[in-house]
């Protein structure tokens, strides 16, 4: 049997907090430890205990003063966006059509679309992040890259092919037939393949013409374990051409609601200039609004209305959106994402931050049974942070009080650095770069 014992301040989340002193809303072991065996979470708690449970040839992998936690999730970023992110200058539309739509006209060809996804998932990885929704590109080919790469490193990843048949580029357009076509194949391929999930991905209402919506309605009947992805009122001026293409819809969120695409397991990025109705419409659909801080700044986009969701009961969940976002790091991604909220009166406390990120966004996946909190039969995605990984944070930590204060610090000052380790189903991606603080032993028989 192949068991790992990782110890460390472990941390995870039962529930989403009421507030900064809700300490019922999560788990918190001091000197905690999380026991991994064939990939599973099989126990966690203190280290004293979960050590006599270990087996005479169980590794230790100590990473102790390190916080462990279960790995990080992204809810919404583009793969082949990875070389775009940091281009300057553009909002939403002239954006796409300056950097993003020349950008992935490259994704035709199988050895960039290898190269770039093996780069993205290792960007993730040393981010901390080990699940992540992604935009693959028009091309089938990108599609099969990026879940090779996530199958390479045993990475739970959802994903698709956008489709789109108009308003862009025409070497980046399908047809409402073959998008369904190869939407279909894809999903045979590579739905429920291992780790992976599919995600039906129309890019969104400016792009699909009615003909290619009617193909997508068709594909969520035929297949509806998986996931739909698009895109909903990031910009003023996307609005108003989106509507302007169905002006038989109420509004933006009723295009998608026409063709019976909101659902559970439907994600829409941004969703910022919505109505009340329409975020009604997606409280009684279950269709989750994404949150995406750096990209809606980087864009001069908006800001997106957190207490408006929870008091109409919309789920929402918050995510990098790279190459629009600007950064992979999901801890850069809660700095801004307090910014936003604060700058609307709204609150955002460390502890719902760290909710976000790992458990809030498992459950906006409908996966928090296997991901995005630490418990007996969880998968053990894990990663370990490092609250002084840069001399301003160790400066800053030798007056920090309280967990909670630690948390507010790696939020606001963190980044890669400080992603000491991350486990993928119990194995280290990163042991090679020999992290401070990262040893390994065999636990001790009398233990």
């Not at 290898?114 to 290792?122: E, K, L, N, V």
């Not at 630490?374 to 030798?398: N, T, W, Y």
Request: proline content about 3%.
């Amino acid at each position: 049997m192949n068991e790992l014992l990782i110890r460390g301040r472990v941390l995870t989340f039962l529930k989403e907090p009421e507030g900064i002193d809700d300490t019922g809303s999560y788990r918190f072991f001091e000197d905690g430890a999380v026991l991994v065996r064939n990939g599973k979470v099989a126990d966690v708690g203190s280290y004293g205990d979960i050590a006599r449970q270990a087996g005479d040839h169980a590794v230790i992998a100590d990473h102790r003063p390190h916080l462990v936690l279960p790995g990080l999730i992204d809810t919404h970023l583009h793969f082949p966006q990875t070389q775009a992110i940091a281009s300057y200058g553009a909002k939403l539309l002239e954006w796409l059509n300056t950097y993003i739509f020349v950008e992935e006209q490259k994704f035709k060809a199988p050895e960039h679309a290898d190269f770039i996804a093996g780069r993205f998932m290792d960007e993730l990885l040393s981010n901390g992040t080990t699940t992540a929704v992604a935009y693959c590109s028009v091309h089938a080919e990108s599609v099969d890259a990026f879940f090779t790469a996530a199958e390479e490193r045993n990475m739970l990843m959802i994903g698709g092919k956008v489709m789109m048949d108009r308003n862009a580029p025409d070497a980046l357009r399908d047809t409402p037939q073959k998008g369904y076509d190869e939407t279909k194949h894809l999903i045979g391929k590579w739905h429920g393949r291992g780790r992976a999930h599919y995600a039906i991905s129309p890019r969104f209402a400016i792009t699909s013409t009615p003909e290619q919506m009617e193909m997508s309605r068709a594909l969520v009947a035929e297949h509806p374990d998986c996931y739909v992805q698009t895109h909903l009122s990031e910009n003023r001026d996307e609005v108003a051409f989106a509507t302007s293409l169905y002006p038989e819809a109420k509004d933006y969120t009723d295009i998608y609601a026409r063709y019976d695409l909101l659902r559970r397991k439907t994600l829409l990025g941004h969703c910022i200039y919505l109505s009340d109705r329409e975020i009604s419409v997606l409280a009684e659909t279950g269709a989750v609004g994404v949150f995406c801080p750096t990209s809606n700044l980087f864009l001069g986009s908006g800001l997106f209305d957190r207490d408006r969701f929870d008091r109409l009961g919309a789920r929402h969940c918050v995510a990098t959106d790279v190459g629009g976002g600007t950064s992979f790091s999901m801890l850069e991604t809660m700095d801004e994402a307090y910014k936003i909220l604060h700058l609307q009166g709204q609150r955002l406390s460390p502890l719902n931050s760290f909710y976000m990120m790992t458990l809030g966004n498992a459950r906006a996946l409908d996966l928090d049974h296997r991901i995005g909190s630490l418990h007996a039969g969880a998968d053990a995605d894990i990663v370990v942070l490092d609250s002084r990984a840069k001399s301003a944070m160790e400066l800053r930590m030798q007056v920090a009080s309280s967990l909670v204060e630690e948390l507010f610090i790696l939020q606001t000052m963190g980044d890669d650095r400080s992603v000491a380790e991350v486990y993928v189903a119990g194995t280290p991606m990163k042991r090679s770069k020999q992290f401070a603080g990262s040893t390994l032993q065999r636990v001790p028989e009398t233990a």
